[in-house]
């Protein structure tokens, strides 16, 4: 997963798109190079599985990022992967690691999954061995401290926070970019190496050299396309015509909106009754009135007692009172 956290870059690719609603799923051009080799060569069931584990790989990120209140709005389908590169500004650095930590996660525990189902069901083995170590190849791969990788941007974050007790973020934030960019420029070095050896030996290993070119160009980065991550819209006002129970929650007027997120279920429209430091209340905030301040807000991080409606709605109240 490649996601810019604080710069909201993206990643400019012409490409076919096919829309998958909700989704939109772009095929990068070397997707087709390595697919028509992995074609002849026999193992297109291969490629074919890689791709489906990297999807779900991604799935996972997005799960996460929903957690924040930011929705996936579409994937790019890379040779030997999935890309999402997206906007995320306004996120943590401590979230930013949650996000990237989920997609190698999620793929472990698939191979974990499949390990102990060859255990109960050893006969099993021949048909699940393929999505095992595909699922399992791909979750150490995204490990490797290589930007965008997902432990590139581990690193560059875990980086990031041990710079910052010495020194400004951004002067922190700068520093861990230039490392991650020189290790990852180190990694396409070695893959490159490993293709030139091979060749010489008679063995043209095409995975390093698309490899390195996706490490290569993913790392130098990208302007000009909208954010793949946007923020969710939680209004329901559709919701009305069927009709919707109604859950009210107390929060603080300090209570941070991704912490609101938790309370947001299907089914049920969400009023939120804010109250100050001494419990006193101050105003009601309906799930619409809250949608709308989340999509203009700084970030999830932002206080209720923050948001311009907020202000607004204890004017109100006082002044009616």
């Known amino acids: 997963m490649r996601a810019q956290g604080m710069k909201g870059r993206g990643r400019r690719c012409k490409n076919r798109r096919f ?29 074919l599985m890689s791709c489906f584990v990297a999807l779900q790989h991604e799935c996972a990120h997005a799960f996460a990022a929903a957690k924040l209140g930011y929705k996936l709005n579409r994937i790019v389908l890379m040779p030997f992967g999935a890309v999402i590169d997206g906007d995320l500004r306004g996120i943590s650095l401590k979230d930013e690691i949650t996000v990237a930590v989920w997609g190698p996660l999620c793929n ?17 083995y021949a048909f699940t061995d393929t999505a095992c170590y595909a699922s399992l190849a791909i979750a150490l791969v995204n490990l490797l401290p290589a930007y965008p990788l997902d432990g590139g941007r581990i690193f560059r974050c ?19 970019e230039r490392v991650a960019k020189w290790i990852t420029f180190a990694f396409v070095a070695a893959l490159v190496g490993g293709f030139a050896y091979g060749c010489t030996r008679g063995q043209v290993q095409i995975s390093l050299c698309t490899f390195a070119v996706f490490l290569f160009t993913s790392g130098l980065g990208n ?30 007027e ?10 947001l279920t299907r089914g049920a429209y969400l009023v939120l009754e804010v109250y100050d430091e001494r419990e006193n209340y101050l105003f009601d905030l309906s799930q619409n009135e809250f949608s709308e301040a989340f999509l203009t807000a700084q970030s999830p991080y932002t206080s209720i007692g923050n948001l311009p409606i907020a202000y607004k709605k204890a004017k109100k109240v006082s002044k009616n009172g």
């Open 254 to 263: 300090k209570c941070a909106i991704k912490d609101v997120f938790r309370h």
């Open 19 to 47: 829309r998958l609603f909700p989704l939109k799923l772009s095929l990068h051009p070397l997707f087709w190079l390595v697919g028509a080799w992995y074609c002849l060569t026999g193992r297109l069931f291969l490629f």
């Open 223 to 252: 302007h000009g396309e909208d954010a793949i991550y946007a923020r969710m819209d939680f209004s329901t006002r559709d919701g009305f015509l069927r009709g919707l129970e109604i859950k009210r929650v107390a929060v603080s």
């Open 108 to 124: 472990l525990l698939t191979a974990l999954f499949f390990v102990a189902l060859w255990w109960l069901i050893p006969d099993w």
């Open 158 to 176: 875990a980086l990031t926070r041990a710079l910052a007790r010495t020194k400004p973020q951004a002067e922190a934030q700068r520093i861990a």
